[in-house]
């Protein structure tokens, strides 16, 4: 854990810089997989699968025994927790619905703009040393919910050539009716080119290893759409003497434990807070049992005291963090400077952890700096808007001159003519 005192401004950049890891060979390797499968298909994804998941698959697509077995696999409360989860993220994103509204420019002319859901989405869900069934619910209820026609999923096969039963419990609550053994590279090829057996999607949703964000970042090139670039998960939280120092600690935890290349960051305004915080955390990650992955990424952790609320302010939009916990007295005033961040946690009541599973936001968020421009999953990402206009004689009459005017300004004289042919027929 590296600890800068009140550091001059210019140091902002270097202090805040992410652990990326060195990926200059990885494309080439990823692309040449990629090729694979949009040439030879599903036997391109069988050589794969077997060759980075360790079992060999005839069919990719989860059987409707599958389907109830993993049902029945799910503990009760385990279901009651995902039942809950999901009516609260239905909830919120239902909310994120607009109706059409028509607006008449000029008499005569009238337009507006139309949602419309993707056609065929993909969704690609994690299995590996943490299996994602929360992110199952984050990215097909909204799918579900903005009209999509096609969902189709992907997520890893363990060794005994299944699917997490969470997984699959979640995606038949969620609505999804199409499910594939798919994990990593082969799995985002096979929805973004189409197999024999899975269909070519639209947009690709979802979280991954460098493997998975470097396919999802080559197709989106050229053959499909993502949601956005993702990167190492990260949290920065900001605390002062109203933070509890447990409650503090247990956030940066519950972010260092996602992998070795998570980043966490922590603003305080005293070096005593910090000094109480990390006591708390030595005492809290022995009791954790991903702790050695924790340990890894707290190496990647940031300590930084500032006593300024403006600099404060100016530190948080700087790095814009995926997560921004706001552990603060004044935390509302502070979250009115904030314009860069994923998502933002107000409160010594309001963990990370809330956002990720159950008060309803979406979890899937722009990391590694993409929060400046980027917004997390929401409604919108599943929708794209069309405009529509109509227009009159009378309406024509009243913009066609300055049409007219335009058009031949730019020496785009059809364009001109297309007005004009029509005023004279007026």
């Known amino acids: 854990m590296k600890t800068f005192i009140d550091p001059d401004k210019n140091s902002w950049q270097q202090i805040l810089q992410r652990p990326l890891m060195d990926v200059s060979g990885l494309r080439d390797t990823v692309r040449e997989v990629l090729n694979d499968i949009r040439q030879n298909g599903d036997s391109s994804l069988k050589k794969y699968t077997e060759k980075f998941d360790g079992v060999r698959l005839d069919n990719f697509i989860v059987s409707d025994e599958e389907w109830a077995a993993a049902e029945k696999e799910v503990a009760p409360d385990l279901k009651k927790a995902?039942?809950?989860?999901?009516?609260?993220?239905?909830?919120?994103?239902?909310?994120?619905?607009?109706?059409?509204?028509?607006?008449?420019?000029?008499?005569?002319?009238t337009c507006w703009l139309k949602a419309v859901a993707v056609e065929k989405v993909g969704l690609?869900?994690?299995?590996?040393?943490?299996?994602?069934?929360?992110?199952?619910?984050?990215?097909?209820?909204?799918?579900?919910?903005?009209?999509?026609?096609?969902?189709?999923?992907?997520?890893p096969p363990?060794?005994?050539?299944?699917?997490?039963?969470?997984?699959?419990?979640?995606?038949?609550?969620?609505?999804?009716?199409?499910?594939?053994?798919?994990?990593?590279?082969?799995?985002?090829?096979?929805?973004?080119?189409?197999?024999?057996?899975?269909?070519?999607?639209?947009?690709?949703?979802?979280?991954?290893?460098?493997?998975?964000?470097a396919a999802k970042q080559l197709v989106s090139m050229s053959d499909v759409a993502i949601d956005m670039p993702a990167g190492p998960s990260e949290v920065m939280v900001?605390?002062?003497?109203?933070?509890?120092?447990?409650?503090?600690?247990?956030?940066?935890?519950?972010?260092?434990?996602?992998?070795?290349?998570?980043?966490?960051?922590?603003?305080?305004?005293?070096?005593?807070?910090?000094?109480?915080?990390?006591?708390?955390?030595?005492?809290?990650?022995?009791?954790?049992?991903?702790?050695?992955?924790?340990?890894?990424?707290?190496?990647?952790?940031?300590?930084?005291?500032?006593?300024?609320?403006?600099?404060?302010?100016?530190?948080?939009?700087?790095?814009?963090?995926?997560?921004?916990?706001?552990?603060?007295?004044?935390?509302?005033?502070?979250?009115?400077?904030?314009?860069?961040a994923g998502s933002v946690f107000l409160g010594n009541f309001t963990p990370e952890s809330a956002g990720d599973y159950a008060s309803g936001t979406n979890h899937t968020l722009p990391t590694n700096g993409w929060a400046r421009t980027y917004s997390g999953v929401n409604l919108d990402s599943f929708i794209k808007k069309i405009t529509f206009q109509e227009i009159t004689g009378e309406g024509l009459k009243s913009i066609g001159p300055a049409i007219e005017t335009m058009a031949h300004a730019e020496q785009l004289d059809a364009h001109k003519n297309a007005v004009t042919i029509r005023l004279k027929d007026l």
Do not use: W
């Open 158 to 213: 363990g060794k005994n050539g299944k699917i997490n039963p969470a997984i699959l419990f979640a995606a038949k609550h969620a609505g999804v009716k199409k499910v594939f053994k798919l994990g990593g590279v082969q799995a985002i090829g096979a929805m973004a080119y189409g197999t024999e057996s899975v269909p070519k999607v639209n947009k690709i949703f979802g979280p991954g290893n460098q493997y998975v964000t």
């Open 124 to 155: 690609y869900i994690p299995g590996g040393t943490a299996p994602l069934f929360s992110t199952v619910l984050m990215l097909a209820i909204p799918a579900r919910i903005a009209g999509c026609k096609e969902i189709v999923l992907c997520s």
């Open 238 to 340: 900001v605390a002062d003497e109203s933070a509890d120092p447990a409650f503090v600690a247990s956030d940066l935890l519950s972010q260092a434990e996602h992998g070795v290349d998570s980043q966490v960051v922590l603003v305080a305004n005293s070096e005593e807070l910090i000094g109480e915080i990390k006591a708390e955390i030595d005492a809290q990650l022995k009791r954790l049992p991903r702790q050695e992955f924790a340990k890894k990424s707290l190496n990647n952790s940031v300590f930084v005291v500032l006593e300024n609320e403006e600099e404060t302010a100016d530190f948080i939009n700087q790095y814009a963090p995926e997560h921004l916990i706001l552990a603060t007295k004044n935390y509302n005033k502070l979250a009115d400077e904030v314009v860069n």
């Open 82 to 109: 995902i039942e809950l989860a999901s009516a609260n993220i239905e909830k919120f994103h239902a909310a994120q619905k607009t109706e059409i509204r028509k607006v008449e420019t000029t008499p005569g002319v």
